[in-house]
């Protein structure tokens, strides 16, 4: 977590640059994402959360047009457990801006959760189009597949998922892969990587 004296100063900033211009929508969402700053990774406070939802949402109202906004609040609403809430964040964020990425990939976590895979497997590969190198959206993209049973499909997302996030998970899905294949070498292979990950962070 950042030093609580960082928030802090930010605080004054913003408060000074509001002051002169009270309809100032970026230092709002600035102010938000210095809020969010502080969990560094881990979740954020309930206070610091109602906060950051605030100042997001003030900003908004002064400047809806703002996709990295909404996707800002998509973040904080999915970590507050607020599905609908970010889902539709996040759909106004690429109404605004339909080749994001990071957007496509969070929404495609939370209406696969919800049990929509086909919308799930399209904003995947909307991510990968976006990025060819999100190792997390191969990951997902391959275990969305292989979960409706296309694992000739899966096979592709399997393997640049390790390409480009050679994980432990995704080495084991690579593995299990393999295994519905009836590739036992290459599936005692990938799990051979999945160890040396394990060996390598225990040392």
């Known amino acids: 977590m950042a030093p609580p004296g960082d928030l802090a100063r930010a605080r004054r900033l913003f408060k000074w640059a509001l002051k002169l211009n009270p309809r100032c929508a970026t230092c709002l969402k600035n102010w938000a994402e210095a809020i969010t700053a502080q969990a560094s990774g881990g979740p954020l406070s309930p206070a610091l959360a109602d906060a950051a939802e605030e100042k997001l949402r003030r900003s908004l109202a002064l400047l809806p047009e703002d996709s990295d906004a909404w996707y800002s609040l998509g973040r904080v609403l999915s970590e507050r457990g607020n599905r609908e809430g970010a889902v539709e964040a996040y759909r106004r964020s690429l109404a605004i801006t339909s080749d994001d990425a990071d957007a496509c990939f969070n929404l495609a976590v939370l209406v696969g959760d919800g049990g ?88």
């Open 116 to 203: 929509d895979a086909s919308e799930e497997i399209a904003l995947l590969r909307r991510a990968l189009s976006a990025k060819p190198d999100h190792g997390q959206a191969w990951g997902n993209l391959g275990v969305a597949l292989a979960s409706a049973g296309d694992l000739d499909a899966a096979e592709e997302p399997f393997h640049n998922a390790v390409r480009f996030d050679p994980s432990a998970k995704n080495w084991i899905n690579l593995a299990r892969l393999h295994q519905a294949k009836g590739r036992a070498p290459q599936a005692k292979a990938a799990m051979a990587e999945e160890q040396a990950l394990k060996g390598a962070r225990q040392s």
